[in-house]
């Protein structure tokens, strides 16, 4: 073989490496089963598992990091890790924005079971202590509530396992209200028979509200964003056939 042809053929290994070479995106999460986990050995969750069959149909790898949910979004912003998997415009104004939902959730109030108080269109607490996970995206109208800090009784928490610490803080009055997804909600007391024992109820729900992936914000990664729409809306459409 001659100089000539060998520069060809090492050429040619080249690019067909670099197209066929598998990408890996690496997306934060928290602790939000069924959606995002990080139990028992799924890493994934639901929508984790079903994006990550998607995409591996258009050669992309999913790698899934779980971190307490404010700290995921700060390293998102910082461009330490590639996004976030199912994030909200209003959690990170900064953040490149799928134009297709990966999927959708309803968040709901619950209290202790002796409590009157009722969740309807009007946000009207009666001065009863609202438990919160910081940094959170709850879906309108409370977003924009919270954003005008109009109300004061409120007890914000950080860190791992805040649905759990949320549910505890409601049943020793420490709070008199908390709001979570409602499947975020059940999974979690399921899971613990301590929780599952506790006399809460579900006092009204917001409207659902979609969830999108979000990616750092780089020039790079809005072309990027381009390529991973295919992916995004098989995995909706499954959710979709999953929770219908």
């Not at 079971?113 to 995206?137: C, H, M, P, R, V």
Request: proline fraction near 4%; charge should be neutral; glycine fraction near 4%.
């Amino acid at each position: 073989m001659n100089l000539k042809n060998a520069c060809f053929l090492l050429l040619f290994n080249i690019i067909a490496f670099d197209l066929y070479a598998q990408e890996t995106i690496t997306l934060g999460t928290t602790h939000w089963c069924p959606y995002t986990c990080d139990y028992q050995g799924n890493e994934n969750g639901v929508v984790g598992d079903i994006l990550a069959k998607a995409l591996s149909q258009h050669n992309i790898k999913l790698n899934i990091e779980h971190y307490p949910w404010s700290r995921a979004i700060t390293l998102a912003n910082e461009n330490k890790i590639d996004g976030l998997l199912t994030a909200t415009p209003e959690e990170s104004e900064d953040l490149i924005f799928s134009t297709s939902p990966l999927g959708n959730y309803q968040m709901c109030f619950y209290t202790r079971a002796e409590s009157k108080w009722q969740y309807t269109q009007e946000l009207d607490f009666n001065n009863n202590k609202l438990g919160i996970i910081q940094n959170y995206g709850y879906g309108e109208p409370l977003d924009s509530y919270l954003k005008t800090k109009k109300y004061k009784n409120l007890y914000e928490i950080s860190g791992s396992n805040s649905i759990s610490r949320l549910i505890k803080l409601l049943a020793n009055n420490r709070v008199d209200i908390i709001i979570e997804d409602r499947l975020v909600f059940n999974w979690t007391r399921s899971k613990n028979p301590a929780l599952k024992q506790l006399p809460i109820r579900e006092a009204g729900c917001l409207p659902k509200h979609l969830f999108y992936l979000a990616l750092s914000p780089t020039e790079a990664n809005k072309i990027r964003m381009r390529s991973l729409i295919p992916a995004i809306k098989e995995s909706y459409q499954t959710f979709l056939d999953i929770y219908k």
